[in-house]
């Protein structure tokens, strides 16, 4: 055993970027790209342009710890503000709060909920005298510690930071399993806290024990409770639906050990058991358990530990640490390992041009991006499944995933899954189609590891297995989870009338869905829903969504019966809501409108307004034109929604009445512009968004990442493209900001090549583009594009050019 393998912790900088230019970046109104030369270079290696802090702040509730590409372990940090039933941040990090209680085995990212769930297992370094239960530390007082962002650094895969304790912690990952270096001073006492109970929303019960004899710690722990603590039926997820088990061995022996339950300490013992429960508050504080072993640092301050991870057993963690992390394998050696994981992902799409800081941003994102789905089979292709039984993986299933953020991703995030990793994608739908089989046939909303949440409203299901079949993604069942999603689009459920969780988590899939199917619109005073103008948007796009998979399968009926429900949006279309401008509205069953209209009111809507919602019918832009009158209108009324009365730009979140970056209902409306007839807005729009809501530095996100969609927006902006609708696979068109952007999916699929060779600050206007050498004049592309691949050349400019893609009989539907 060497004498030391302590490590300075190098200061945590942007990456490829200069403190003064992030400094630059974050001001209103000035593009990242200008903060540093442009460079015509291509990236091959992304992960060297990734900072894992962007999105750490003001909401991104992003998390910089060690992390794979759909891995199942996140080890990472966990805040606290003094409060030990809390956290500081969703996510379980706050770059704005420098005071750490453990680093976890899981984490989410980009969650809204406060706080999400997950953060389980903290393990915390500690250096004075374990002499009263870290339990009763309700505030986080004596059991903590504070830490200098000056010494942290955060990379793909790895996380290191030295505490104002002076223990230098230093993680890496494998999949499963991850090894940690703790240097400790010398002079005084070193230990290791295992918080088994103190997952950021609480535990049902939790379970530690130590073998001296063997250098090792087990444990897991029940919980789950994602969203339990929304003030709107958040009671409805105060349960646990999983358990983590975890086995942790050390190069060193133990010199003490001891355990704790709620305000008890047991010293010498090696076993507890006991959770927190999922109250708030002081319902909660001074309750858990957990344990702790120490190190004789005196002559070898640096205490080696490797850990795996399961959601089956304790068997199951420990063959995942067998088989991931190796008996001597030290941290760079692990973290080098992860970090050729990261370049082989992210090499999916290879860049040319743009400034050090836009490249950062973009490899940020897609990075993020690839923070989910999760794995959560082991080695062996065991999984827990939704009804709490042991399964394993269909033939030729390659993983489960989990962690399924319908309502946001199925917007963005699965287009660019699929694009770049048709393998995953297709592993994720049969994933999700199995725990739909485990769940009575119900496909849930918002799936967390193998728990049915219930949160958000819709049917985001429909949407998003219909848009990866769309893409050509075939590596799951199709026909029999198209059959299990038309027959939940039909056959009301027996739970249809349940309020139980509304309005944030109704627990019908399609709730009321006789009525919805005999008035064709989800009556908000009887639809037992969150909203009834926004489940009869949801619906309507799920529908489409569906139409267009039955079609493909050859589903006539099917096709036509879902593509007449695809066009329900048309029955909350209120043409007279107010004078002289029409909008979406709820209804009552008996017909008429919820009123007074208003159209900054939330009212029958879900996290949105009327203004916002009224742009919410990606699978009919010329029909929602018509009803407002004319594509002319149409645009004009558009450019209100990004702009004040004086013509400024307003595209950071400027109230209800303007587009809002941090939430989902809204955020594919800068690209309707190509279906009105005036893309050249949408690529004066985008680009305005690219340059000014999306940063380096930690508040570099605009909002929630709500796991990965946001950053997906971004990464799709910057390459030109976007998807055009749900249950599609034609792209948008606008501008790319890289001068040459190869897209290379993991697998067989076609190369997509984009070159863009006038990509600058100032030139963000179509000209002219090529599709495969032939002159393309539309403002999108059909669905083969996506699917085979193939070549873009753009001509760009610095004016708009207000002819290009401009001709009615070719515009996107």
Sequence with gaps: MQASRSRPVRRLLTVGAAAASTVVALLPGIPPAGAAPTTTAQVNHGARYVDPLIGSSKGGNTFPGASLPFGMIAWSPTSTAGDQTNTAAAGGYSYDTTRLRGFSLTHLNGTGCHPGAAGDIPIMPYTGSVDSSPSADTKDAKYAANFSHEEEKAEPGRYQVKLDNDVTTDLAVSTRAGVADFTFPRDRSANLLFRVSNSLNGSEDAHIEMDSAHRKVTGWVETGAFCGRRANGGTNNRKSYYRLYFSATFDRAFSTTGTWHDGRLSPGSTRADGGEGYATGADRAGRGSGGYVSFDTEHDDDVRMRV??????????????????????????????????????????????????????????????????????????????????????????????????????????????????????????????????????????????????????????????ATLYAMGVRDFDARGAFDSLYRQATVPAPDQLSDAGCPGQCVSARPNLTQYMALGYAPHDTCHCWGGAAETLEGSVADAALAQWARMLGRDEEYRKLRERGAYWKHVFNPTATPGAGYLQARKADGSWVTPSDPASDSGFAQGSAATYVWMVPQDVQGLATAMGGRDKAATRLDGFFHNPDGSWSVQGGGPLRYDPTNEPGIHAPWLYNALGSPWKTQRTVRQIVDTVYTTGPSGLPGNDDLGTMSAWYVFSALGLYPKAPGSADFLLSAPVFTRSVIAPAGHRGEIVIDAPEASDSNLYIRSVKRNQRTHRTSWLDGSFARDGGSLRFRLGDRPDTSWATDPAHLPR
């Excluded at 068997?315 to 050729?340: C, F, K, T, Y």
């Design 308 to 465: 795996g991870i399961s959601y089956v057993s304790l068997a199951g963690a420990e063959a995942n640490l067998r088989g991931e992390i190796p008996r001597n394998a030290d941290v760079p050696e692990v973290a080098a390992s992860g970090q050729r994981a990261w370049d082989r992902a992210l090499s999916g799409v290879k860049v040319s041009g743009g400034t050090e800081d836009r490249r950062t941003v973009f490899y940020t994102a897609l990075y993020h991006a690839f923070q989910q789905p999760n794995v959560i089979s082991d080695r062996d292709g065991r999984y827990t499944g939704m009804d709490r039984r042991v399964h394993t993986l269909a033939r030729g299933q390659k993983a489960q995933y989990s962690n399924f953020s319908g309502w946001d991703q199925y917007r963005a995030h699965v287009q660019l899954l699929a694009l770049l990793q048709p393998r995953v994608a297709g592993d994720f739908a049969q994933s999700l189609y199995h725990f739909a089989q485990q769940n009575k046939g119900v496909w849930d909303r918002w799936v967390h590891i193998s728990g049915a949440t219930h949160v958000m409203t819709g049917d985001p299901s429909a949407a998003t297995l």
